[in-house]
């Protein structure tokens, strides 16, 4: 019996394997771009780095991308619009993310003797 020739449908990773990464905008961006050389100096990597969060800015898989940065702890270059320092150190969630909270009114379980209330 021969063995069948591998197709897209038989190649095919797990469900949510890196599959993101084929619709991501740096696909076929220079990976140098993401990453930095031995001998970048702290300007170029700032430009470097804006450089590429550029390209994150818009991509349809910032999300997943910078999920797999910090799941991984992936230590070197810009993942999902985040640069090595940001993932290390990273900040709270940006306050339109949070839920909006109303503040609670504490009413007395027992009125004060000679306590009315006007409504």
């Known amino acids: 019996m021969e063995n069948p020739r591998p197709?897209?449908?038989t190649l095919r990773r797990p469900a949510?394997?890196?599959?993101?990464q084929q619709d991501a905008n740096c696909r076929n961006a220079?990976?140098?771009?993401?990453f930095a050389s031995e001998d970048?100096?702290?300007t170029a990597r700032r430009d470097r780095e804006q450089a590429a969060k550029r390209l994150c800015l818009h991509c349809?898989?910032?999300t997943d991308c910078r999920r797999h940065a910090l799941s991984t702890r992936?230590?070197?270059g810009v993942w999902g619009g985040t640069s090595e320092t940001e993932r290390r150190y990273p900040q709270p969630e940006p306050p339109?993310?949070?839920l909006e909270r109303t503040p609670l009114r504490i009413l007395p379980r027992h009125?004060?003797?000679g306590h009315r209330v006007f409504t």
């Not at 949510?16 to 993101?20: A, K």
Request: proline share 14%.
């Open 111 to 113: 009125r004060p003797p």
């Open 16 to 20: 949510g394997h890196l599959n993101w």
């Open 7 to 9: 197709t897209r449908a």
């Open 74 to 76: 992936e230590a070197y």
């Open 96 to 98: 339109a993310a949070r």
């Open 40 to 42: 970048e100096n702290r």
């Open 30 to 34: 220079d990976p140098r771009v993401f």
């Open 60 to 62: 349809p898989v910032q």
